[in-house]
Structure formats: structure tokens, C-alpha cells
């Protein structure tokens, strides 16, 4: 047992080290070639080898030799797009960028995990009845992560119940270097992992240091959580230690099957590996991806996540991606391509508390995720400022970072911490403990509403005015005593509450494309974990677990991509934008007596998923080839760009000569930014219910705007199932979007399915993209 706590502790380190390297490499190499990603559009041609010959000759033609040019390629996209990527210097990138068929080229840069601690990792488990336990649905739908890879032996890829793998599936399971061996089976179809972008940036893996894993195997968790979550088999009775959140933990799509791309390595995820990743799965047909990374906005066709997702897009196959964790904070979101359905987290019905009682008989409670019992009684309670090591500050030693506190002052007492923003950079209840503490609490400034999970007994204060209280009572009281219980479970909060953390709209890309798109549960979510991960990310922690709760859109976007996936599985025919309308014209939109969800649009997008009635959404928006040409128009791309980017050479398509707004395009949601004067714009649904339904709108009219729609009905039948219809909104006397967003919606209703699509309207706003 202790050697393989000692082969835990090493890996930990491992990543720990990766980190290291990576912040003194990039110092030390930005003088130097980068690694570029070069953007070449579609990729037309029948034979892969072609396709990398063509890129070694451009680069060839930069470089000056067909040799040089081979050995400073570090990937070739050739299956489901055109590109490659290579290490070049500015001016060498700069000239590429220039030439004829390439798109963009920039560099490739490190992509955080979307979950809430400074690694940021993600995940999801949905609850309740519905489609997810009742129906067969997701059957041999191929859902696929991008992420950190998984542990093939976790009980969630148990393939007992699954029967042979599609045959369509055109996919490997790379096992690489790994002990034991990383195994596919009927669940866990196909694993592959790109290291080449990670590796040309900090340098080659030691392939014969027992601890590196060079394969799709996660030491680091992250992607155990979001696959187990997206599609983890059924298993029962499972808890987070034995205490916390026992249930059925079950992915949104139980009975689909599992791909894993590993992407990520200790310290960072290299979008050069990411394109890699898509252009794979592009080629290994699969039919929804999950990315639950990310890092900022910028231009679509500069991004790797919106160039992969829009080349998986013409395939056919979806993609759901993590809105970022950058809340509550407007413009925060990310991955807001409109070929991209973007996830927003929210909360679920339960908790996890811990209970303080002071010594004055007051009493507060605060998240926790703790599973290390403190004997049930009352020990002095003492303020981190009060008591710092001889060689550190006051102020640093409320920070709890390593080596701040006075041993002789913190055994056997309650410490109180406020680490501010060093939150998850320093580990505080670390800190206490290793000084002899027996429990931390910890004032949170960023007021984040979710349990974290503490390798020590630990409880965090949400909210700076009660940690005020506390830190008075300490101040006040001659011998200050406090208790803590332990964490428990409470059901019943009320939810979903948009997750203070989720990143809130607008779009600051294409801000007349509402983002994010809708919400899922994000926070405190259960599921896989892989055993050779910190389950604290504590590096010091290494207990090995099989769950793990985490929050962060990471945990959202499986959900919503399990939730795709039984829409695809009930509707092999429909592209990805017709399932993404389905999930969105359904949402539940959210509940305005929450007084948190007051930026609701904002924040929720179209609302909170409901995958049952996605199944059967009356109506769907959706988006033809040419309307995406038009919405490229308006990005300022130029014909030729579009030509290449879309890959129809032959096109005859030209940009109107008046740019159209972004908001032309056939979205399941309307925005409107920089509104002064009425705008007009048409939207198209076909009918996917019966053959003669009669659809009548009915309007929520936003605060000072008026909505009207033409025509207020819609008959459909056996020849007309496709129909338009315009919206017109014109401004009140009232103009309240002078200052603020607002919302409405307008609903098309035929007695049995409500089609709702919002509508949101904003001030002025400069885009440095546009
Ligand atoms: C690679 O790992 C092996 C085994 O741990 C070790 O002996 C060797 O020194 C390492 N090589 C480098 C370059 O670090
Ligand atoms: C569930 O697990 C707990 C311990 O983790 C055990 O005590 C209990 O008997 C189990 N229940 C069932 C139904 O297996
Ligand atoms: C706290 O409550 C207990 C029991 O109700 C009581 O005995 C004690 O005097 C109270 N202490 C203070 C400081 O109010
Ligand atoms: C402060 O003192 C402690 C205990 O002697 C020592 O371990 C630590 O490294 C010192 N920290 C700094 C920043 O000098
Ligand atoms: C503690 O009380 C003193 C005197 O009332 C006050 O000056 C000081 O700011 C207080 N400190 C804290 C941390 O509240
Ligand atoms: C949507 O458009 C695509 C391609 O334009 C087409 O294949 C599909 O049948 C259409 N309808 C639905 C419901 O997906
Ligand atoms: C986009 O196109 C418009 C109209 O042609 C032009 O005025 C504007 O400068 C362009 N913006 C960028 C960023 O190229
Ligand atoms: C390519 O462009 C032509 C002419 O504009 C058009 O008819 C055709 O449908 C386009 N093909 C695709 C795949 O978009
Ligand atoms: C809104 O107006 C500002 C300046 O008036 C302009 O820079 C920006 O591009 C406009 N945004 C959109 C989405 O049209």
C-alpha cells in the first residue's frame, strides 16, 4: 500500500514539475520559434498523404528545404480538416499567413479545464427520471471527450450490458505506454492521446520513467469525471467516500459509447494538440464531442476549438463546449461560435454543509466537501492574521500559504483563513494541519457558492460579511471557541440557480449571437474519478478515489452533450443544428423569484436543459451551409476565405455588398446589440411534429421594446414543412436597453409542444473582433 501511495505521490509531483518546466521554457523560448497553428479551411482531398505532402511543400517554400520543413511540421490535420502545425518564427508565421488557401495562422497556446480550482478541471451526473433512466435511447451513438484522458478500469466503462461496437466506427484504442496497459472495450471504444504539440513546447516525455504516462490514460482526473459523466455505465451505491452523495451515479447517456482524446499533460493543454484531436474524431465518426476547456474569446478562425467544432459541424456531428468559469462578470463567456452549443452551470437541489457554532451560540454553515472527521467538540478558534510565523506578516499569514502560521499558536485549534484570490494556488487547510490545526475555515472573497473538497477538515464562508462576524467574535472574546460538524448532504436548495462562477454573456465575439446557449448542472456534481488524481488537487493529497464532486461548466457541458446525444439517437437524420434548437427552444427558462438568477439572460442563456422534451421539440431552427457563408460575411472574412474556409472552391457565393448584422442568422435565440431604431429579422422552422400542425405565437414583449411577428400563425402540413416568419422589435418611450440588457421571448405554441425562443436586446458595445 505505501509503495503505491509512493508511485501516487511521484506522479503528483510529476505534474507539479510540468508545470515548473512550462513557466521556465516559455521565458526561455519566446525569442525563438513558436509553435504556430496553420489554418488552411476544409480538406477536400480524397488521400490524407496528399494533403501532408501539399503541407511540407508550402512550408518548404517558407523555410527553404523539403528536410527543414519535414522536421519542423509537429502535426498535419488531414482527415477532417486543413492544417498543420510547426515551430516558426513570427516573420515565418507571418509569411504563411499571407499565402494563398491559408486561412489564419497563430500561435498555439495552453487551454485551462473549466472546473473551479486553479487546474481547473470539470464533469457531470444528471439526477431524476426522464429519458436518462426510462428508454434505451443513446444506444450505439458515439459521444466522445477532448479532454485529460480517462482510466479505462473505472466500474463506469463496465461493458457487460453493451453489444457489438457500431460499424461505423472507423476509430483506434492507442494504448500506448501504461502500466497495466490501457485497454478499450464494448463501453470505452477508443482512446487516443496527441503529445506532440505538448512535447515540441517543453520538450520530449521520458518514455522510461515508470511515473509518465504516455498514453489516454488520466492521472489527473478531469476527464474521468466529464466521460464517466457524459456517458458512464450505470453503478450503483457509489458515494464520495462513503458519505457523501451515495446514489446511482449513471452518465447522460448510459447505454451511448465512449471515446476519449487525450489533450492534456501535466501543466497544459496545447490547442495544436487540440486541432489534432478534432481533426481525429472528425475521421473516427463520432457523432457528439464534449470539450470542457478553454481560455478567452478571439476571433473564430484564430481559435482551435471553433475551427474544430466548425469542420465537425459539416460532418454532422455536434459539439457542446464549456462556457468558462470567468462569472459573474459580464462578456466573460467563451466558445461562442453559433456552430458551438456553449454550457452554462447552474445548481442542482443539493448541498454539502458544514455547521460552525461559535462560542457565543451563534451558529453558521458554509459548503464543505469534507470527509475527515474532528472529535464533535469545542476548540479555541484563533485568526490566521493574529498569529504568523516569526519571518511573515500579518497579512501574509492570513493568507494560510505555505510555512506562514506559528505552530505554537495553531495546535489544536480552528483557524481562520481568508486567502483571497491565492485561493487554490495555496492550500490552506494544508497549511493548518501540517502546524498541528485541527480545522480551517476559510473566508472566500470571491463569493463562490460551491463545496470544495479539502484533503483536511475544512469549511469555507461564502460570504465576507459573516467571516467579518467571526473574525470580530474572535477579536472580541477572551477565550474564542468554536465547533464544527462535519459536511453532510441537504436536499431540497432551492434550484437551479445560475452558478456564481459560470461565465455570463453577451458574446463579446459576435454579440449578436446570444451566448451562453443554455445551462446544465455545474455544481458539486458526482462522478468518476480517476484513483491516480489528488481528489483535493492538493498535490500532498493522495488518497485514491474512485468519485469525485466538482464544479465548473466543465461539469455542465457532458450533460449537455449526454443530453445531444439521445436527441441524435432518436433522430439519426438531424444535423447538429437542428439538435442543438431542440435542446435550446426547450430549456426551461429561469425562474424569476430567484433573486440570483436576475441576470438570468445572462447567465442561463435559453434556459435549463430538459432532455425529455427535447426529444420531441414541435419545431427546430435550422442552419444551411449558405446562412453560415452570409454569417462569415459578416465576421469580415472575404469570399475567398469563406471559399477556403468551407472548402467549396466552385462556390459562386459572394458577401452582400451591405453587411448584414450577425443576428440574420437562423438561431433558436434572437439578439439584438447596439439597438437605437427597429430591426427586422426572419427566422426559419421546420416541423418536426405532425404533418398538420397550427402553431399561434404568443410574445413576452421585453422591458421597453415591442416585439411584433408576421405572421402570428404557422400552418404547417404535408407539403409546407418548412416556414418562415419576421420579427420586428421597435423601441418604447422607455428605453431601458440604453443602460442594460433585457429579455423576452416569443413562443410558438400548437396546444401540445411550447417552442420558445428569447430575445435579448443590449446597449452600445464595441467588439475588438468586428
Ligand atoms: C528517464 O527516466 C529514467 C527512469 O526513471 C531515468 O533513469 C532517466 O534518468 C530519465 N531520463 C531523463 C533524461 O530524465
Ligand atoms: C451501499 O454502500 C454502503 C457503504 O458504502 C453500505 O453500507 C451499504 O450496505 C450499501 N448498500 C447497498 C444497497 O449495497
Ligand atoms: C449558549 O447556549 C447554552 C445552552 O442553550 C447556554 O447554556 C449558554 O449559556 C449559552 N451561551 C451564551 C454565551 O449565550
Ligand atoms: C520562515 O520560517 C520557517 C520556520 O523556520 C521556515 O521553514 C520557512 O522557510 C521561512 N519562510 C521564509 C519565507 O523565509
Ligand atoms: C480588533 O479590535 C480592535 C479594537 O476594537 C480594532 O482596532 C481592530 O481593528 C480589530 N481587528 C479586527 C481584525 O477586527
Ligand atoms: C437540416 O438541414 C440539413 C442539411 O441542410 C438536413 O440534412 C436536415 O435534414 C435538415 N433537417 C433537420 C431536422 O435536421
Ligand atoms: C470590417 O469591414 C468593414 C466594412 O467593410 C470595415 O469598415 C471594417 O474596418 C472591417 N473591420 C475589420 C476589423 O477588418
Ligand atoms: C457549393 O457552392 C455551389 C454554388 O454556390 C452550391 O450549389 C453548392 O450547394 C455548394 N456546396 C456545398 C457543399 O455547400
Ligand atoms: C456597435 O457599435 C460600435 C460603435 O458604435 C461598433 O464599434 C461595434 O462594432 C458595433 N457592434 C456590433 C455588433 O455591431
Known amino acids: 500500500m505505501a509503495a503505491h501511495g509512493d508511485i501516487l ?15 521556465h521554457l516559455s521565458a526561455a523560448q519566446s525569442t525563438e520559434k513558436k509553435l504556430y497553428i496553420v489554418y488552411m479551411g476544409s480538406n477536400n482531398l480524397p488521400d490524407a498523404e496528399i494533403t501532408t505532402s501539399n503541407h511540407h511543400n508550402l512550408l518548404a517554400s517558407v523555410l527553404g528545404s523539403a528536410g527543414t520543413a519535414k522536421t519542423a511540421i509537429v502535426h498535419s490535420y488531414k482527415h477532417g480538416l486543413n492544417g498543420f502545425s510547426a515551430l516558426l518564427t513570427e516573420t515565418e508565421a507571418a509569411q504563411i499567413s499571407a499565402m494563398r488557401g491559408v486561412v489564419s495562422a497563430f500561435p498555439s497556446v495552453s487551454y485551462s479545464l473549466q472546473t473551479t480550482r486553479t487546474w481547473d478541471y470539470m464533469g457531470i451526473n444528471l439526477d431524476g427520471n426522464g429519458p436518462w433512466t426510462s428508454t434505451d435511447f443513446g444506444k450505439d451513438t458515439i459521444v466522445a471527450t477532448i479532454d485529460t484522458g480517462v482510466w479505462p478500469e473505472h466500474e463506469s466503462f463496465d461493458d457487460t450490458a453493451m453489444g457489438p461496437i457500431p460499424q461505423k466506427w472507423n476509430g483506434e484504442c492507442e494504448a500506448g505506454l501504461s502500466t497495466p496497459k490501457f485497454q478499450c472495450n464494448k463501453k470505452l471504444i477508443g482512446a487516443r492521446y496527441f503529445s506532440a504539440g505538448y512535447e515540441a513546447m517543453w520538450g520530449k516525455m521520458n518514455v522510461s520513467d515508470p511515473t509518465v504516462t504516455v498514453s489516454p490514460r488520466d492521472i489527473e482526473g478531469h476527464g474521468t469525471h466529464t466521460t464517466t459523466t457524459l456517458g458512464g455505465s450505470r453503478t450503483r451505491n457509489v458515494s464520495f467516500q462513503g458519505t457523501l452523495g451515495t446514489g446511482t451515479a449513471r452518465g447522460g447517456a448510459a447505454n451511448s459509447r465512449l471515446v476519449s482524446y487525450k489533450v492534456c499533460w501535466p501543466g497544459s493543454c496545447q490547442t495544436a494538440d487540440i486541432v489534432a484531436a478534432f481533426d481525429m474524431a472528425i475521421h473516427d465518426g463520432v457523432d457528439v464531442i464534449a470539450i470542457s476547456l478553454g481560455a478567452s474569446s478571439v476571433d473564430y478562425f484564430y481559435d482551435s476549438i471553433a475551427i474544430g467544432s466548425f469542420h465537425a459541424m459539416e460532418r454532422g456531428i455536434l459539439v457542446v463546449a464549456a462556457g468558462g468559469n470567468s462569472g459573474p462578470d459580464k462578456a466573460t463567456v467563451i466558445n461562442g461560435a453559433p456552430w458551438i452549443l456553449t454550457a452554462a452551470a447552474s445548481s442542482i437541489d443539493r448541498e454539502y454543509l458544514s455547521d460552525i457554532h461559535l462560542g457565543n451560540n451563534v451558529t453558521y454553515s458554509g459548503p464543505s466537501l469534507n470527509t475527515e472527521r474532528i472529535a464533535p467538540k469545542s476548540y479555541p478558534i484563533v485568526d490566521a492574521g493574529d498569529i504568523p510565523a516569526f519571518n511573515t506578516t500579518s497579512d501574509d499569514a492570513r493568507l494560510c500559504g505555505e510555512d506562514s502560521l506559528d505552530a505554537e499558536k495553531v495546535k489544536g485549534s480552528i483557524v481562520v483563513c481568508a486567502p483571497g484570490d491565492m485561493f487554490g494556488i495555496y492550500y490552506p487547510e494544508v497549511e493548518v494541519h501540517a502546524k498541528g490545526g485541527v480545522a480551517t475555515i476559510i473566508i472566500d472573497e470571491d463569493l463562490k457558492s460551491f463545496a470544495q473538497v479539502f484533503h483536511q477538515p475544512a469549511v469555507t464562508v461564502v460570504s465576507q460579511g459573516v467571516g467579518n462576524h467571526i473574525l470580530a467574535y474572535i477579536n472580541k472574546t477572551r477565550n474564542p471557541m468554536a465547533m464544527m460538524t462535519p459536511s453532510l448532504m441537504h436536499l431540497g436548495a432551492p434550484a437551479p440557480l445560475a452558478a456564481t462562477f459560470s461565465s455570463r454573456g453577451p458574446n463579446s465575439v459576435t454579440p449578436d449571437i446570444f451566448k451562453p446557449d443554455l445551462t446544465a448542472p455545474g455544481v458539486s456534481i458526482l462522478a468518476g474519478w480517476s484513483p491516480a488524481a489528488s481528489p483535493s488537487e492538493d498535490p500532498s493529497d493522495t488518497r485514491a478515489f474512485g468519485y469525485n464532486i466538482l464544479s465548473g461548466t466543465s461539469m455542465s457541458t457532458p450533460h449537455v452533450a449526454g443530453a445531444a446525444a439521445l436527441v441524435k439517437a432518436a433522430h439519426p437524420g438531424w444535423s447538429p443544428a437542428a439538435i442543438k434548437s431542440a435542446l435550446m427552444t426547450t430549456a426551461k427558462p429561469p425562474d424569476s423569484q430567484h433573486k440570483q438568477n436576475s441576470d438570468g439572460g445572462l447567465a442561463w442563456g435559453s434556459g435549463h436543459i430538459d432532455p425529455k422534451e427535447a426529444l420531441d421539440p414541435g419545431l427546430v431552427y435550422n442552419t444551411t451551409f449558405a446562412e453560415y457563408n452570409t454569417f462569415l460575411c459578416s465576421m469580415n472574412y472575404t469570399d475567398d476565405q469563406i471559399r477556403v474556409i ?27 446589440v447596439n439597438f437605437t431604431k427597429p430591426i427586422t429579422v426572419v427566422r426559419t422552422v421546420t416541423n418536426v411534429g405532425a404533418p398538420e400542425s397550427v402553431y399561434k405565437v404568443e410574445v413576452h414583449h421585453p422591458s421597453g421594446i415591442h416585439v411584433s411577428v408576421r405572421p402570428k400563425t404557422l400552418k404547417f402540413s404535408n407539403e409546407k414543412k418548412v ?12 428605453q431601458p436597453w440604453r443602460e442594460n440588457w433585457v429579455f423576452g421571448a416569443l413562443i410558438w405554441n400548437d396546444d401540445s409542444h411550447r417552442v420558445r425562443t428569447p430575445i435579448a436586446v443590449g446597449p452600445k458595445m464595441s467588439s475588438p473582433f468586428l
Open 723 to 734: 416556414l418562415s416568419y419576421a420579427v420586428t422589435l421597435s423601441p418604447t418611450r422607455t
Open 9 to 23: 505521490r511521484k506522479k503528483v509531483l510529476l505534474w507539479c514539475l510540468g508545470l515548473f518546466v512550462l513557466v
Open 646 to 672: 468551407t472548402g467549396n472552391m466552385t462556390s459562386n457565393m459572394r458577401c452582400p455588398t451591405a453587411k448584414l448584422p450577425a443576428n440574420n442568422l437562423n438561431y433558436p435565440s434572437i439578439a439584438a
